[in-house]
């Protein structure tokens, strides 16, 4: 974890090796609360540029939980999906611009206020 420059750095050991912002790891969480439930139920995510990672935890052997200083810490980042974010980083910031430009959001601003969503059954 690099603070300064708030990046995650990783090696694969298939020689692979990427220095992943946080903050495309905060808005590409794999979490319910910023992916959703399934397709289309994403959150988007925004004001995250300066968010930093405050801890790592590992789960067995397949995965890191991080902890961010916005609160965050429910997204389980597999192996196998830190990969694939460090290897489509430039499509995933792309993507993440598009998704803005098209909810009028921008990537300064902060999140909008929540209107009491649970995920209990309703």
Not at 2 to 20: K, N, W
Not at 89 to 94: D, S, V
């Amino acid at each position: 974890m690099h603070a300064q420059s708030r990046v995650l750095e990783i090696t694969f050991s298939d020689g692979a090796a990427f220095r992943i912002p946080f903050e495309l790891m905060r808005v590409y969480s794999p979490s319910a609360e910023v992916a959703g439930h399934g397709p289309g139920q994403e959150t988007l995510q925004s004001g995250k540029r300066l968010v930093e990672l405050t801890g790592l935890e590992p789960v067995g052997n397949y995965a890191v939980q991080p902890r961010f200083s916005d609160g965050h810490d429910t997204g389980i980042f597999s192996w196998d999906y830190l990969y694939f974010l460090g290897s489509q980083q430039a499509q995933l910031w792309a993507d993440y611009a598009q998704r803005l430009q098209a909810g009028g959001r921008d990537r300064d601003a902060p999140m909008p206020e929540k209107a009491g969503h649970s995920c209990a059954s309703h």
